[in-house]
């Protein structure tokens, strides 16, 4: 028999998911509420218990993509020795994270959602896992002095967000028609060697 708290996990997954999928479908901005709700078999009550709006559903799939980073990458990456090294290995495992586990739906409707210019953008959020491990890596290759010191963390970390950004946008715009973990390769490689 399922407790009362785990009853209400499974519905806000049910909804989440259905959610993603219609996204994926029709487009974030083509899809309603209620369109959601009678796919999941669910009701308002329901969906107003677990978000506030249809944006809440993808900060809970940005929450998801930062435990993954937490939780998985952070262990991989400290088995690096040298900071460019973590750098690689971080940038090859989130690329194929997002290519092989979100897909190229998922991130086009994530883009248009965060597009939005009336609410604040997930992506600008500075607390994020994203930004504290990678400025974390940055301030630790400058003092260990393998890389420049003449560079801010914020600089550093600026054009790393920018680049990542750059990729997943060209790679919703073509449609996923290349390999974001080979793509990613060559454009982190001359982004660190600029570092160093």
């Not at 989130?94 to 409707?109: H, K, P």
């Not at 260990?144 to 790393?160: P, V």
Request: hydrophobic fraction near 40%.
């Amino acid at each position: 028999m399922e407790t009362r708290q785990q009853k209400a996990l499974n519905t806000k997954k049910k909804i989440s998911e259905t959610a993603l999928q219609l996204f994926k479908e029709k487009s974030f901005n083509q899809v309603t509420v209620d369109e959601i709700l009678k796919k999941a078999n669910s009701s308002k009550g329901a969906f107003y218990t677990h978000f506030k709006s249809k944006h809440d559903i993808f900060l809970e799939k940005f929450k998801e993509i930062d435990n993954y980073y937490v939780e998985e990458l952070i262990n991989i990456i400290e088995k690096e020795e040298r900071c460019k090294d973590k750098l690689a290995v971080f940038f090859r495992l989130q690329m194929a994270y997002i290519e092989n586990d979100l897909g190229v739906d998922v991130v086009r409707s994530i883009y248009e959602v965060e597009l939005n210019t009336e609410r604040e953008s997930f992506f600008l959020m500075p607390d994020r896992p994203l930004y504290c491990i990678l400025t974390g890596i940055f301030k630790e290759g400058q003092k260990t002095g393998e890389f420049r010191s003449d560079l801010s963390l914020k600089t550093m970390l600026t054009t790393c967000l920018r680049i990542m950004r750059g990729i997943l946008y060209d790679w919703s715009l073509h449609n996923g028609s290349f390999s974001l973990e080979e793509e990613q390769e060559l454009l982190f490689r001359m982004m660190i060697r600029e570092f160093i």
